[in-house]
């Protein structure tokens, strides 16, 4: 069943300045760095991600991720039901691996199976 949200992205434009909002206005502390353009915060429950890049696609800032236990066997699933895919195929990411499909209204939908 796919119904655990496991991780909440944050797209941000600048990566410095959201930091400091959301360690210093918020309190939130960083759990990880993955580069210069990801960033994990300490959050007890759901894991809650910065990611920064260009916001002028007009598509989602925040994205949720629903986990999978079998990304490969929910990938052909949602090809067989026809749901808009993103990409040709699970693809890696520092935590596993990932797809992203949209829902009816263009909303972006992270499918996301931790492997570490």
Do not use: W
């Not at 629903?66 to 993103?86: G, T, Y």
């Not at 691996?97 to 570490?116: A, C, H, K, R, T």
């Amino acid at each position: 069943m796919l119904n655990n949200v496991c991780v909440i992205t944050i797209k941000v434009s600048n990566m410095k300045e959201s930091l400091a909002f959301y360690t210093e206005v918020l309190g939130f502390k960083i759990s990880k760095e993955y580069g210069p353009n990801i960033v994990s915060l300490q959050h007890d429950s759901i894991a809650i991600v910065l990611e920064e890049e260009s916001l002028k696609s007009g598509k989602n800032s925040v994205l949720i991720a629903i986990q999978s236990n079998d990304i490969h066997r929910d990938f052909q699933r949602f090809k067989e039901k026809r749901v808009p895919i993103l990409s040709e195929e699970p693809k890696p990411c520092p935590p596993g691996l990932y797809f992203v499909i949209e829902d009816p209204s263009g909303n972006q939908v992270e499918i996301l199976q931790f492997m570490n």
